[in-house]
T-cell receptor
């Protein structure tokens, strides 16, 4: 079974440009999450989709970040325009519904490593 | 929201010795406690988890213990090996929600 896949794995862009990150969750997982780890710090929550609906976007830093999950399958996270402080690694994760049910857990992708120069 | 504290932030252990990392949390309703390992250049990988109906769970050299009364849980790695070197994160779900709040991470270094 394929895991969570993310694209691109690495991206270097100039300040002011736009970057779009893509995530393909594990097939059948309704929950899709975006997290970010900046400068070796903790993994911070950005937002949570249940199927195509945004369940919680309380972690989105500002309106330069836009996430979509059309059709409830893959998701994109767009940063426009990018700023220096946006540099970091963006992780996508997925899980079945009802995370705390026995046997359910969150699986992470390898991350999209973004550098804004 | 959930508040998760993780200690220590860095830990160096001689190969073959044991390592222990501890996390405390604030929401007493939390009932699922995973540990993730992040190696350099990779995403977090689940290594072990525990649910609140048990106090301890073991998987080969890795174990997790849970004290719900005190609201803390710990990761134990025995007979450490160089490949155990990584950053380890604990996490706790927000009750009534389905997202994880992560600890600040522990950078574990195994000294050969």
């Amino acid at each position: 079974e394929a895991g969570v896949t993310q694209f691109p794995s690495h991206s270097v862009i100039e300040k002011g440009q736009t970057v779009t990150l893509r995530c393909d969750p594990i097939s059948g997982h309704d929950n899709l999450y975006w997290y970010r780890r900046v400068m070796g710090k903790e993994i911070k929550f950005l937002l949570h989709f249940v199927k195509e609906s945004k369940q919680d976007e309380s972690g989105m830093p500002n309106n330069r970040f836009l996430a979509e999950r059309t059709g409830g399958t893959y998701s994109t996270l767009k940063v426009q325009p990018a700023e220096l402080e946006d540099s970091g690694v963006y992780f996508c994760a997925s899980s079945p519904r009802f995370l705390t049910n026995s046997g359910n857990t969150i699986y992470f992708g390898e991350g999209s490593w973004l550098t804004v120069v | 929201g959930e508040n998760v504290e993780q200690h220590p932030s860095t830990l160096s252990v001689q190969e073959g010795d044991s390592a222990v990392i501890k996390c405390t949390y604030s929401d007493s309703a939390s009932n699922y406690f995973p540990w993730y390992k992040q190696e350099l250049g990779k995403g977090p990988q689940l290594i072990i988890d525990i649910r609140s109906n048990v106090g301890e769970k073991k998987d080969q050299r890795i174990a997790v213990t849970l004290n719900k009364t005190a609201k803390h849980f710990s990761l134990h790695i025995t007979e450490t090996q160089p490949e155990d070197s990584a950053v380890y994160f604990c996490a706790v779900p927000n009750f009534g929600n389905e997202k994880l709040t992560f600890g600040t991470g522990t950078r574990l270094t195994i000294i050969p």
